[in-house]
């Protein structure tokens, strides 16, 4: 008997469900592509999940934390999942997919096959364990967000592997000769701290760690930001056909480690970590990267990615980890800092040589010097982002991706920003009725809630964009005739810095934490992030209607459709997370 053979239709498939997929695909969803989500394991999040546990990291820097749909997961986090529960966050990433209208998820799925068309994508077929059944999806645009590019080989879109020689592109780097060499991959583990000692008994297979081995790796348990992450093997092998051997590899090390911290004697109060999980699944950095219609470089980065087609934003350091990764003698990895935020460009997004392909991730058309830095998992969530808004822009005026570049750019950047995406340098542009409206209230600078900017960032300036509201008090637009309004726009203040959270700089900073003990605080919401609010009109014939009510808001930024004609809009902030406030910090309430 065959396999049974399931077929979709579909706007947009994106292959992938890590960050950068999840984001690709409820973007479009919301703007009202059918998607089709195609993802290889059993849960979604990719490195960020249960299975492997990597931080989500992205951009340093003061006010530099990354908005739109990837604080809109973390602030639910903080809300869900206030003692960093990977079940919970499992479940979390879970639902934002599975329950958005216009998604069809496809879990446990790999593609492996790719049909073309008049060298445009027309379908691709994955094979599902689970069910022991084929899918295959055609589409209209297709997303590659797999991290390792699988459809490359599939398709024969353009892609690089390793690194190039300094003088290809200028770059700063030591390497004088191009190379297939990538970063490698890890097997992570996390420990628990108990109040009693524990035995460990190794495998026998595990890894012995001398001291000639551990010298340049000691773990530091008592440090919050001691996750392992220099475990790493791969970058000097074939890091997609080597990937088994090398888990074997992993793991064997990752045993090894947690029998050093246990054993050894070396590391205080050893005896006392429980070893609370270990990664079978590694966890990748770099492997086929794609060739798009522009290749950024680390010149790009290091200059602040200046682009007039920024769709995105990097700022994580030039992270270089070394090929050989636990057997390299020096340092695991070479830090450089960056001009963080540094834009990234729309032509990174989209093959250069099959027309139909959009891709985000850590295998955006870029160099290995550029990667090192633009493949943390919160600048690949705002590269699936754009994906996803940019595909909603070509559906709905039948255009290639770089069609869309070329005649819908400005479009895209502006719904990227209306969603809450923040564009170093970009301004949302504001309407005409709301740039002429009176606005009142009992509150000054309140002008600046209609400057198009959300938060405050260097790259604007030292003027301060957000105005304080005195809760329970109204502000108001007055129009001097009815107006035909489609949609109200909110920016709140999600505390960037993390500066009003629990713990030390790292438990602010991240969403997860990697061991756990006694010490380990309970997260709340960030304390400026208006709660409570509501937003009322008044009709042409003198009504009042409310546009929307909450007292749990967990948004830093909130779009309400209005579809109506009014005389007067009113935003009333009703409450923030700070149960003494008396006031809320807010940086936008326009209208279109």
């Known amino acids: 008997m065959a396999f049974q053979k399931m077929e979709y239709t579909a706007d947009l498939c994106v292959v992938g469900g890590g960050l950068a997929g999840m984001c690709a695909a409820i973007a479009a969803a919301r703007g009202g592509s059918r998607v089709v989500l195609i993802q290889d394991r059993p849960v979604l999040g990719g490195n960020a999940s249960s299975e492997i546990r990597m931080w989500v990291c992205g951009a340093d820097g003061h006010n530099n934390r990354e908005t739109g749909i990837i604080e809109e997961i973390q602030l639910a986090s903080l809300w869900r999942n206030p003692d960093k529960n990977y079940s919970i966050w499992d479940g979390i990433l879970y639902e934002k997919v599975r329950f958005e209208k216009n998604i069809t998820l496809l879990l446990n799925c790999s593609v492996c096959d790719a049909e073309m068309e008049n060298g445009q994508i027309k379908s691709v077929t994955g094979w599902q364990t689970t069910t022991q059944k084929w899918h295959t999806v055609k589409a209209t645009y297709f997303a590659d967000c797999s991290g390792d590019s699988v459809l490359a080989p599939l398709t024969g879109a353009d892609f690089r592997v390793g690194r190039e020689a300094a003088s290809e592109f200028g770059e700063k780097t030591s390497q004088v000769e191009e190379d297939r060499q990538t970063m490698g991959m890890s097997c992570l583990i996390q420990l628990r701290k108990s109040d009693r000692v524990t035995e460990y008994i190794p495998p026998e297979w595990a890894m012995k760690m001398t001291p000639e081995v551990i010298k340049l790796r000691k773990p530091h348990m008592e440090n919050s930001s001691e996750n392992f992450w220099y475990m790493e093997l791969g970058g000097n092998r074939d890091s997609i056909g080597d990937t088994e051997e090398l888990r074997d590899e992993l793991v064997s090390m990752a045993y090894g480690m947690v029998d050093y911290i246990k054993n050894s004697g070396e590391v205080e109060d050893g005896p006392y970590w429980e070893l609370e999980f270990l990664g079978f699944l590694p966890g990748k950095r770099e492997s086929r990267r794609m060739m798009g219609a522009y290749l950024m470089t680390q010149n790009d980065v290091l200059s602040g990615g200046d682009f007039p087609d920024t769709v995105a934003f990097g700022g994580w350091p030039l992270d270089d980890h070394h090929p050989d ?136 300036g030292e003027e301060d964009h957000s105005t304080v509201l005195p809760l329970g008090k109204a502000v108001t637009y007055t129009f001097d005739a009815p107006v035909q309004l489609a949609n109200i726009h909110l920016a709140f203040d999600s505390d960037l810095d993390r500066a009003t959270m629990p713990g030390d700089w790292c438990e602010k900073r991240h969403s997860m934490r990697a061991n756990r003990t006694a010490e380990s605080p309970t997260m709340w919401m960030p304390k400026t992030l208006v709660k409570g609010y509501r937003l009322t009109a008044v009709t042409a014939s003198g009504e009042t209607v409310t546009l929307a009510e909450t007292e749990r808001n967990l948004l830093q930024c ?27 910090c807010v940086f936008s309430f326009d209208l279109r």
């Open 325 to 460: 990764g636990f057997y390299h003698a020096g340092n695991p990895n070479v830090w450089g800092k960056t001009p963080a935020p540094y834009g990234i460009p729309y032509r990174t997004l989209y093959s250069r040589n099959v027309p139909n392909l959009y891709f985000a991730g850590r295998n955006i058309s870029m160099t290995h010097a550029a990667m090192s830095s633009a493949r943390v998992m919160a600048t690949c969530a705002l590269l699936g982002e754009a994906v996803g808004e940019a595909a909603n822009v070509a559906r709905e005026f039948g255009l290639t991706p770089h069609g869309v570049y070329e005649e819908k750019l400005d479009l895209l950047q502006q719904r990227l920003m209306e969603h809450g995406c923040f564009l170093p340098r970009f301004a949302r542009t504001i309407s005409d009725v709301c740039r002429n409206a009176a606005l009142t209230g009992e509150a000054d600078r309140l002008d600046v809630l209609r400057d198009g900017i959300d938060r405050n960032n260097h790259t604007y």
């Open 558 to 584: 909130v779009n309400i459709p209005a579809d109506g004609a009014y005389t007067a809009v009113t935003f009333v902030p009703l409450s923030t997370w700070d149960d003494g406030a008396e006031s809320a």
